[in-house]
Nanobody, 124 residues
Framework: QVQLVESGGGLVQPGDSLRLSCAAS????????MGWFRQAPGKEREFVAA????????RYADSVKGRFTISRDNAKNSLYLQMSSLTSEDTAVYYC?????????????????WGQGTQVTVSS
């Protein structure tokens, strides 16, 4: 089973950009659909983006479409989330997750493995 470790979070100002990374262990990274989720204080976890096994297809939440880009590098066992035009509404703990499904799910229960999360705070 793959293990996931996120990095790249931090404190940024509104309008800034930030790139999150998720490092996966094991030799089966390319067999997983990968996704990013986030959870803000007092709110439920929400879907952010997902990417297919080899990166040919992506899916985004409406709230981040056009501002965030999900990508992966299977040779490096890595997943990324490039975030731009950040606002305070993007403040949350961001989690990467791996799914064995054949499609790109938006529901958290469809994902089998989760990272520990990385905090992103957008504040002036």
């Amino acid at each position: 089973q793959v293990q996931l470790v996120e990095s790249g979070g931090g404190l940024v100002q509104p309008g800034d950009s930030l790139r999150l990374s998720c490092a996966a262990s094991g030799r089966t990274f390319s067999t997983y659909i990968m996704g990013w989720f986030r959870q803000a204080p007092g709110k439920e976890r929400e879907f952010v983006a997902a990417i297919s096994h080899f990166g040919s297809s992506t899916r985004y939440a409406d709230s981040v479409k056009g501002r965030f880009t999900i990508s992966r590098d299977n040779a490096k066992n890595s997943l990324y989330l490039q975030m731009s035009s950040l606002t305070s509404e993007d403040t949350a703990v961001y989690y990467c997750a791996a799914s064995r499904r054949a499609f790109m799910p938006e529901e958290g229960y469809e994902y089998d493995t989760w990272g520990q999360g990385t905090q992103v705070t957008v504040s002036s």
